[in-house]
T-cell receptor, first 114, second 114 residues
Framework: DTGVSQDPRHKITKRGQNVTFRCDPI?????LYWYRQTLGQGPEFLTY????????KSRLLSDRFSAERPKGSFSTLEIQRTEQGDSAMYLC????????????FGPGTRLTVT | AQKVTQAQTEISVVEKEDVTLDCVYE???????LFWYKQPPSGELVFLIR??????QNEISGRYSWNFQKSTSSFNFTITASQVVDSAVYFC???????????FGGGTRLMVKP
């Protein structure tokens, strides 16, 4: 299976700790996206990359959040000094470059901050 | 800014009934793309269809059909002869040509009872 993969699938952490999530996109896709989904809501855009360049960041992405895609392949999303409000499902998606091309999503990382 | 509204938060039907999920969108751009995704209980978003703003032709794929009407800014999704396996949350989403971030609606939870 060559779909989008995310690791870990679940993460429980204490408030104030740092966490890092990884996303591996579909291999030929040069765009990679991060979304956050809270219970009962639709996913909300956080940021996206074209190759290694981070092209857009949402206002939802506070200073405690940082994302990287160092070699244009996998990406990491780090949350520093986690807060209970950070508890959510973090979704990664990838697509080809052309506008409007469908995004394929990974299974997500569910973060619980206690 | 763009917006997607799914007014139906939950729909419950009995197996073999037809069901229509509504989606209304707002954007000032003339070029845009609309999507439907399915999120089953397992949590992974599954791409169903993409439609661009220049193509108002309706589409049918098996038991699924989509009705795109620019005049009413709607992109509705009909499942014919629903099955229990159709039970999921369905999201409508919009993206503009200039960037690929998806704006999602709040989702409609469909429950198909045997």
């Amino acid at each position: 299976d060559t779909g989008v993969s995310q690791d870990p699938r679940h993460k429980i952490t204490k408030r104030g700790q740092n966490v890092t999530f990884r996303c591996d996109p579909i291999s030929e896709h040069n765009r990679l996206y991060w979304y956050r989904q809270t219970l009962g809501q639709g996913p909300e855009f956080l940021t996206y990359f074209q190759n290694e360049a981070q092209l857009e960041k949402s206002r939802l992405l506070s200073d405690r959040f940082s994302a990287e895609r160092p070699k244009g392949s996998f990406s990491t999303l780090e949350i520093q000094r986690t807060e209970q409000g950070d508890s959510a499902m973090y979704l990664c998606a990838s697509s080809l470059t052309q506008g409007g091309n469908e995004q394929y999503f990974g299974p997500g990382t569910r973060l619980t901050v206690t | 800014a763009q917006k997607v509204t799914q007014a139906q938060t939950e729909i419950s039907v009995v197996e073999k009934e037809d069901v229509t999920l509504d989606c209304v969108y707002e954007t000032r751009d003339t070029t845009y793309y609309l999507f439907w995704y399915k999120q089953p209980p397992s949590g992974e978003l599954v791409f169903l269809i993409r439609r661009n703003s220049f193509d108002e032709q309706n589409e049918i794929s098996g038991r699924y059909s989509w009705n795109f009407q620019k005049s009413t800014s709607s992109f509705n999704f009909t499942i014919t002869a629903s099955q229990v396996v159709d039970s999921a949350v369905y999201f409508c989403a919009l993206t503009l040509n200039a960037g690929n971030m998806l704006t999602f609606g709040g989702g409609t939870r469909l429950m198909v009872k045997p």
